[in-house]
């Protein structure tokens, strides 16, 4: 009766592990840099939420990174309706969904020129419209993504590995592209 393993039989097995593994880790590590282009996507969105709400909404908002959850959120400061007199306070906005950073997914995040470290934090916006200028740095394994919003924009600039990415929801002038006639 035969208990073990010839030498061939080692080898052979070997060189197929070899040769699978050559092909599955590649895909991996992109798979990491697609889940940080989703959360950088997501991350650009809730800068521009954020922003509109500011600018536009009747109620303060902020940007918190909340430890419970380990997700960044959209926070609006409203008042208790069933006791108007107590003093509003923060909620997560219900209708934005929380963005999570993937595993091995780095995020950096700068408020006016400071570092916000730590598992909590939160950037609140200006009722007087001079919110702060916000930048936030994405990084994994051959992915490096800047997403920067100044304070009067509407959404954020984002920059990949050192090139300006155009948003293609911006706004175009139909008449400077000659464009002014065509049905929308």
Sequence with gaps: MRRG?????????ISILAVVSSVVIPRLRNLSKGEAEVACERLSEL???????????SQQCAIYMNPDSAAIELWTLEPNPN???????????????????PEGVELEVMA????????????VGS???????????????????????????A???????????EDQRAVQDLDARGMSREPW
């Design 5 to 13: 393993f010839t030498l061939l039989e080692l080898i052979v097995v």
């Design 47 to 57: 800068l521009s939420l954020f922003a509109w709400r500011d600018n536009a909404g």
């Design 83 to 101: 006791r108007p007199t107590d003093p509003a306070e923060w909620i997560p906005d219900r209708f934005v969904q929380p963005v999570r950073m």
């Design 112 to 123: 006016d020129g400071m570092r916000l470290d730590g598992s909590e934090w939160r950037i």
């Design 127 to 153: 009722p007087s419209g001079n919110r702060a200028r916000i930048e936030m740095r994405v990084m994994t394994n051959g992915f490096d993504s800047h997403l920067r919003m100044e304070p009067h924009a």
């Design 155 to 165: 959404m954020p600039t984002r920059v990949d590995n050192g090139k300006v990415i």
